[in-house]
């Protein structure tokens, strides 16, 4: 396997604010409060030991523990883990993702893998302390279109479940293996097909499939849609309903982020809670300002909540609240000793709004590391690649520049009448002078003849480049169907390939993940097959 890193601004796929991010532009460093570095983590250790009660450790050991209970079997690597989490040296390296089906798109896997190997990197560098890779289940997400399907070897695999609306980790599995699990390829491994033919609901089974997935690698798996969980969120949610104070921190965050000449990521709502009624829903809580009073939907009824039914409702039965994306990072950070969060860039790019609302509610805020990107390059399409005379990172080129790149590297004559068009320019700005002088009416007459000929003159260069494209046409249609292979509608392979693409003819991968990626290098990573 051969490895190639690139800067993410080269492969023109990552937003000026995350570009700037990595690059520490000045304008942003009051955004976020360490930058991802061997170097920091030290004061993010220290601060999070400051804050992390025994309290709220004792109850993610115990709520953990009483998940893990629904395996047959927890790897010893995991089993271990969960033993080091009840101790105060030990610190959670976390990533976060929706539950999509069979990992959805490839940056699920790249999130976990650099979350595993951060904190192998971490134990290296402090071996006086612990680090446990963490995956955070969305599991009170409840956008079912986003997490619905997969694409593999160029095919949509689709479920279409009757129960939606609700938080999705909470899903029953009707319908799932007749419409998808029997519709997959046979060589899909069988514990893709076990995770969901075994489990009752969508939470459980994205739990069996990443712990047999990546449990050998210890990584835990929370699912915080938990009544004990959400104890810890009573404090935020007393905040919340009297001073609607996350809506406030990020309205100034976006506009100093704005002042700096970015645009912010997620909209924050006056209250940034939903409610999980008795029938499986998740709705908003929306603020009646002429009524002062929050309204709810329960069963397609709207009721009218005062402040104070609403924060003896959020002390009796927090369970039933549930943060949306403005506070579910501060929910996390609550739950975890954690010391860095690992996402995508959009993600990055929302928690910049987010750091006043962690010290409103006096909670360390995380590093924030990028997850790692990569391409993958299989033996065949590496082949290809170096048949047309290209590299692995040519492949982020637009694919007019290949084009020509190939055309050359064959001998194709490049095509230009461009000094031609200038040569009739000429001579027509001749025969316009003269009739200036002879008889002005004919002026119009010549520029009109003078368009026709230069028309005639692009169509002809026109067809000639196609005559001289067409002694190629075979090399160029092999280098489109390539480019579309490794950046699929004109995407990164990571946002639409499932990783069962790679891994059915190479059971090796995660593992050769786990070696080419270097979390703290912030640079994008191309893996070749040789």
């Known amino acids: 396997m051969s490895v190639t890193t690139l800067r993410y601004a080269d492969t023109g796929a990552f937003s000026s604010l995350l570009t700037a991010y990595l690059a520490r532009h000045e304008a942003l460093i009051p955004f976020y409060h360490r930058f991802p570095t061997l170097d920091e983590f030290a004061a993010q250790i220290e601060e999070k030991k400051t804050h992390y009660?025994?309290?709220?450790?004792k109850r993610l050991v115990a709520a953990l523990r009483e998940q893990y209970a629904t395996l047959p079997d927890v790897h010893e690597q995991v089993q271990a883990n969960l033993d080091l989490l009840a101790k105060d040296t030990t610190f959670t390296i976390t990533t976060g993702h929706q539950l999509n089906l069979l990992t959805g798109p490839l940056y699920f896997v790249y999130k976990i893998v650099t979350a595993i190997k951060l904190s192998r990197q971490l134990k290296e560098q402090y071996p006086q302390y612990d680090f446990v890779p963490m995956y955070w289940m969305a599991t009170e997400d409840h956008d079912f279109a986003e997490i619905n399907h997969l694409h593999l070897f160029g095919k949509k695999y689709e479920w279409n479940s009757t129960e939606q609306g609700g938080p999705v980790g909470r899903l029953k599995l009707a319908g799932l293996r007749e419409e998808l699990l029997d519709q997959l390829p046979a060589d899909v491994p069988a514990?893709?097909?076990?995770?969901?033919?075994?489990?009752?609901?969508?939470a459980e089974a994205m739990r069996r499939l990443t712990h047999s997935m990546f449990g050998q690698y210890g990584l835990v798996s929370l699912d915080a849609d938990n009544p004990d969980l959400k104890q810890a969120l009573?404090?935020?949610?007393?905040?919340?309903?009297?001073?609607?104070?996350?809506?406030?921190?990020?309205?100034?965050?976006?506009?100093?982020?704005?002042?700096?000449?970015?645009?912010?990521?997620?909209?924050?709502?006056?209250?940034?809670?939903?409610?999980?009624?008795?029938?499986?829903?998740?709705?908003?809580?929306?603020?009646?300002?002429?009524?002062?009073?929050?309204?709810?939907?329960?069963?397609?009824?709207?009721?009218?909540?005062?402040?104070?039914?609403?924060?003896?409702?959020a002390r009796q039965h927090p369970e039933q609240f549930s943060p949306n994306v403005v506070l579910r990072p501060?929910?996390?950070?609550?739950?975890?000793?954690?010391?860095?969060?690992?996402?995508?860039?959009?993600?990055?790019?929302?928690?910049?709004?987010?750091?006043?609302?962690?010290?409103?509610?006096?909670?360390?805020?995380?590093?924030?590391?990028?997850?790692?990107?990569?391409?993958?390059?299989?033996?065949?399409?590496?082949?290809?690649?170096?048949?047309?005379?290209?590299?692995?990172?040519?492949i982020f080129r637009p694919l007019p520049d290949l084009k020509k790149q190939?055309?050359?590297?064959?001998?194709?004559?490049?095509?230009?009448?461009?000094?031609?068009?200038?040569?009739?320019?000429?001579?027509?700005?001749?025969?316009?002078?003269l009739a200036q002088r002879l008889d002005p009416t004919l002026v119009r007459t010549v520029a009109a003849e003078q368009q026709k000929a230069a028309s005639s003159l692009a169509g002809l260069e026109k067809r000639l480049s196609k005559a001289a494209e067409a002694k190629h046409e075979?090399?160029?249609?092999?280098l489109a169907a390539l480019k579309d292979k490794l950046m699929p509608d004109?995407?990164?392979?990571?946002?639409?390939?499932?990783?069962?693409?790679?891994?059915?003819?190479?059971?090796?991968?995660?593992?050769?993940?786990?070696?080419?990626f270097d979390p703290l290098a912030l640079e994008f990573t191309v893996l070749e097959e040789e």
């Open 234 to 313: 009573v404090p935020v949610l007393e905040r919340e309903i009297l001073e609607q104070a996350s809506n406030k921190a990020v309205q100034v965050a976006n506009t100093q982020l704005e002042a700096a000449g970015f645009k912010p990521q997620v909209y924050s709502r006056p209250l940034n809670l939903f409610f999980l009624t008795d029938t499986g829903k998740r709705e908003r809580l929306e603020y009646d300002a002429a009524a002062d009073c929050v309204q709810i939907t329960v069963r397609n009824t709207n009721r009218c909540h005062t402040q104070e039914e609403l924060l003896e409702l």
């Open 53 to 57: 009660t025994p309290e709220a450790r």
């Open 490 to 516: 004109g995407q990164l392979q990571e946002r639409i390939d499932n990783v069962l693409s790679i891994l059915i003819n190479n059971p090796q991968f995660i593992d050769q993940l786990l070696e080419a």
């Open 191 to 202: 514990a893709f097909r076990e995770a969901y033919q075994e489990s009752a609901t969508l």
């Open 330 to 394: 501060l929910y996390q950070e609550l739950l975890l000793p954690n010391l860095c969060y690992i996402g995508g860039g959009a993600e990055v790019a929302y928690w910049f709004q987010l750091k006043q609302v962690f010290a409103d509610n006096q909670v360390p805020y995380p590093i924030l590391l990028l997850r790692n990107s990569a391409q993958y390059i299989g033996k065949a399409s590496a082949g290809k690649l170096r048949k047309l005379g290209l590299t692995s990172t040519d």
């Open 406 to 433: 190939v055309g050359a590297s064959l001998g194709q004559e490049e095509v230009s009448l461009a000094a031609q068009q200038q040569a009739l320019a000429a001579v027509f700005k001749e025969v316009s002078d």
């Open 474 to 478: 075979t090399a160029y249609s092999q």
